[in-house]
């Protein structure tokens, strides 16, 4: 495809932008709601395992899209953000519905603050596009072990 082609499917650079956004977030939430709704009654943490695991997945190995979603949403520019908004919001919520129903059975402790453990979970995961390599480093897959292993069991010795 010519370069000039891409403008046959799209009004401008902006659109095209908003595309990759909207596609980019769309395929976490649906590869995270899929992963999680395939475990039906399981215990909350393997359901936020199975979420931890997919986001990962989909940020690292399967979509270029979601990448360059989590790049540069902070630079853009607020017009551009405000559209995206509700998907991340509701991404966001579905995030907090799932760690309060941990919290309700008691499978996070009842001090934790559900809004900034979801903040830190999710940005810890986001940030891993900066880092993470998987030619070099163990696979995605051991990743989201680690991650898992980190969010429940923390940095202290057993």
Known sequence: MKA?????????????LDEIL??????IVDAVKASVNDLGKG??????????????VTLLQESDYT???IRIYGQLPER????????RRAYGKYWDDMLVDAQRAGE???????VPLRRFILGAMNWTVEW??????????????????LI???ILPR
């Open 132 to 149: 993470f390599d998987a030619r070099k480093s163990s696979s995605v897959q051991e990743l989201a072990n680690r991650t898992t292993l």
């Open 108 to 114: 996070i402790r009842p001090e934790i603050l559900i």
């Open 80 to 87: 551009i953000k405000k559209r995206h908004r509700p998907l």
């Open 4 to 16: 000039g082609s891409i403008y046959y499917h799209f009004d401008s650079k902006t659109a095209i």
């Open 43 to 56: 215990s909350h943490r393997n359901k936020i395992s199975a979420a931890i695991k997919a986001h990962l």
């Open 152 to 154: 429940f069991n923390g």
């Open 22 to 27: 909207e596609l980019g977030l769309q395929r």
């Open 67 to 69: 990448s360059a979603n």
